[in-house]
Nanobody
Framework: QVQLVESGGGLVQAGGSLRLSCAAS????????MAWFRQASGKEREFVAA????????LYADSVKGRLTIYRDNGKSTVYLQMNNLKPEDAAVYYC??????????????????WGQGTQVTVSS
């Protein structure tokens, strides 16, 4: 069992930066793959980025490659999403999620058992 709490969202101008954090409780954080998803108003939840338990493997949605970076600190039980050069289309509620299954990084929301409550990111043009 793991509980996730996101923070770091807010309002930023296009071209600006934000760093989202997701703090996890539980002693098994270091064994979970972690991911960020986002959901804009009226749209389905979509995959943003994922990272393996060790941090050695990462996967990104094409729309965020080169602008968003996922990384983790297992000592702090926290996963981060550094977002640079933000665009209005990045505006959404961002969720972190945990996957206890091993193997390849997954991009479907149904693959993740644990979710945070979300943090709002608003990008003004």
């Amino acid at each position: 069992q793991v509980q996730l709490v996101e923070s770091g969202g807010g309002l930023v101008q296009a071209g600006g930066s934000l760093r989202l954090s997701c703090a996890a409780s539980g002693r098994t954080f270091g064994t979970y793959a972690m991911a960020w998803f986002r959901q804009a108003s009226g749209k389905e939840r979509e995959f943003v980025a994922a990272i393996s338990w060790s941090g050695g493997s990462k996967l990104y949605a094409d729309s965020v490659k080169g602008r968003l970076t996922i990384y983790r600190d297992n000592g702090k039980s926290t996963v981060y999403l550094q977002m640079n050069n933000l665009k209005p289309e990045d505006a959404a509620v961002y969720y972190c999620a945990a996957d206890s299954k091993t193997g390849y990084l997954r991009t479907q929301p149904s693959s993740y058992a644990y979710w945070g409550q979300g943090t709002q990111v608003t990008v003004s043009s």
